[in-house]
């Protein structure tokens, strides 16, 4: 099966621009999504179609997608962005698969 | 704007069959643009994607759970339903049912249930 790798943890500093990334075998050829999840909540749905923005989401959340590495990018960070992030691609051509997930952490 | 709400027991004892439901509102399952998905989360892990299911299609399963899964539709009640048979301790999470939504090759899950705790245990 498909594996996404995601670091464990990534931290930044309010106002900085926080990098995470998501490594897969030609990920590049694949579409990938991000979703951000709060403690207790239920994921949020920031990046699909490897950059595209759902309605609501803040410009500073984008995405890019090439090679083996798909990387999600939070400009100008705030401590609402604090949350654990995980980024979703194909499987096969009929399922889906996460990363493990990358717990951001905004000192 | 669409909601869904999973429903089932919170504790399962071991080898037996976990069961939820997910009531859709807001929009229609029957609508064949979308997908309507399990995922489920063990306590201070990462999320795991189970399956879904569309009116326009059979189920697809994650392989390492396939033997053990069916997803299922209902769309007089407008819910889908998820069993997982012969559980462990190992099917202890949180189970949320969403909506995935697909487009030009790619898929997206844009509506999340709140999750429900299901434990594994005797």
């Known amino acids: 099966s498909y594996e996404l790798t995601q670091p464990p943890s990534v931290s930044v500093s309010p106002g900085q621009t926080a990098s995470i990334t998501c490594s897969g075998d030609k990920l590049g050829y694949n579409y990938v999504c991000w979703y951000q999840q709060r403690p207790g909540q239920s994921p949020v749905l920031v990046i699909y179609?490897?950059?595209k923005r759902p309605s609501g989401i803040p410009e500073r959340f984008s995405g890019s997608n090439s090679g083996n590495t798909a990387t999600l990018t939070i400009s100008g960070t705030q401590a609402m962005d604090e949350a654990d992030y995980y980024c979703?691609?194909?499987?096969?051509?009929?399922?889906?698969?996460f990363g493990g997930g990358t717990k951001l952490t905004v000192l | 704007q669409v909601q869904l709400q999973e429903s089932g027991p919170g504790l399962v004892k071991p080898s037996q069959t976990l069961s939820l439901t997910c009531t859709v509102s807001g929009g229609s399952i029957s609508d064949g643009r979308y997908y309507w998905s399990w995922i489920r989360q063990p306590a201070g892990k990462g999320l795991e994607w189970i399956g879904r299911i569309y009116t326009s299609g059979g189920p697809n399963y994650t392989p390492s759970l396939k033997s053990r899964i069916t997803i299922s539709l209902n769309t007089s009640k407008s819910q889908f339903s998820l069993k997982l048979t012969s559980v462990t301790a190992a099917d202890t999470a949180v189970y949320y049912c969403a909506r995935e939504g697909c487009g030009g090759g790619s898929c997206y899950t844009d509506y999340w249930g709140q999750g429900t705790l299901v434990t594994v245990s005797s």
């Open positions: 179609h490897d950059n």
């Open positions: 979703q691609a194909w499987d096969s051509s009929t399922t889906r698969v």
